[in-house]
């Protein structure tokens, strides 16, 4: 257990954002559950996240050590495109969990990596997401890069943070898109009527960016790129649901009568760019589109002849 001790030299900024930009190896979701936890005190006293900095207010934070982690190492064979000494970049095929939460213990990313890389993974992210420097959901498919020590993933974090990390996506969303490109900028945060879901909101949410560029229409549905600027959570769904063209296949934020076939969103990780932590060297990795994928499309170009 470690304490730091900071004085705050910035009013009305919020405790969790402070802490952030004085502490560059914490995360905001981790900082944020460190002061729910009752670690943060503000001249002697427990606050909550939203707590607004007053001119030299004595802040201590007290980070707990780390958890071993209570994941079971599993033999899943693993498409892995890329790997070092520092760094993995795996293609993730549909279906597959990232990381272990309530009902997926077993059979996840995270079980794999352990098997694969032993002991050689960052532990920035704790018990819960050893080695992952961002994620992708359980039905999209694609490249993901993972972390083997704790320098490599605060590098890659922190290219993520300032935008300088590339992660483009492929996607077929339903209509026909008349723009060749739209941005969308809208802030995004838990859906105020359903907390499982994400949504355009201005309540608690953060700044989201998201460039669409079609490739091919195929009168009901569009082929498009999507490339990120931020990385929210459900981004592109939410995104291309709030212009009115949901991803094909999407079960929470299409339409009710879902394509099946699909079994999930029609989304793919295609590409991936970033500068190596040790080397500095730009890297860039593409991956081809899945079977699922290309098979959609060759049913979207029989039908649109």
Same mark, same amino acid.
């Given at each position: 257990m470690?304490?730091i001790?900071?004085t705050?030299?910035s009013?009305?900024v *919020? =405790? $969790? @954002?402070?802490?952030?930009?004085n !502490? ?10 460190i002061?729910?936890n009752?670690?943060?005190l ?5 606050v909550n996240?939203n707590y ?8 201590e934070?007290?980070i ?7 994941v079971?190492?599993e033999?899943?064979?693993l ?9 993995l ?15 997926n ?7 794999a990596l ?11 992210n ?8 961002? *994620? =992708? $959901? @359980?039905?999209?498919?694609?490249? !993901?890069?993972?972390?083997k ?26 209509g026909n898109?008349?723009e060749?490109?739209i ?5 995004i945060g838990?859906n105020?009527k359903?907390?499982?879901k994400?949504?355009?909101t ?11 560029y ?6 009901d549905?569009?082929h ?6 931020t ?10 649901a ?6 094909a296949?999407d079960?929470v ?13 029609c ?6 760019g970033?500068?190596h ?12 589109l899945p ?10 170009e029989?039908?649109?002849?």
């Open positions: 470690e304490k001790n900071l705050c030299t009013l009305g *919020r =405790i $969790d @954002k402070f802490i952030c930009e !502490l560059e190896d914490l995360t905001r979701s981790s900082v944020q559950k002061i729910e009752g670690n943060v503000v001249n002697g006293k427990s996240k607004k900095c007053k001119i030299n207010d004595e802040i934070v007290t707990p050590d780390a958890v071993p982690l209570d079971k190492a033999n899943i064979p498409n892995i495109v890329y790997e070092d000494a520092d760094l970049v795996v293609n993730k095929p549909k279906g597959m969990v990232v990381h272990p939460a309530n009902g213990y077993n059979s996840t990313l995270v079980n352990l098997h694969h890389c032993k002991d050689s993974l960052s532990g920035i704790g018990v819960i997401r050893p080695g992952i420097v961002h *994620r =992708i $959901d @359980k039905d999209t498919s694609g490249l !993901l890069i993972v972390a020590n704790d320098a490599s993933h605060l590098s890659l974090a922190s290219q993520i943070k300032e935008h300088s990390f590339t992660r483009a996506y492929e996607a077929v969303l339903y898109i008349k060749d490109e941005t969308v900028n809208q802030p838990r105020p359903d907390r499982k994400m949504a355009v201005l309540k608690n949410s953060k700044s989201a960016v998201t460039h669409f079609v490739i091919k229409r195929y009168g549905f569009t498009v790129r999507c490339v990120l600027e990385g929210r959570t459900h981004q592109i769904r939410v995104h291309s709030y212009i009115g063209h949901p991803v296949g079960e934020y299409g339409p009710k009568k879902v394509i099946t076939e699909l079994q999930g969103q989304l793919h990780a295609k590409q991936i970033f500068v932590p040790k080397t500095g060297e730009y890297m860039e990795f593409e991956s081809e079977d699922y994928f290309k098979s959609f499309l060759k049913k979207l029989n039908k649109s002849k």
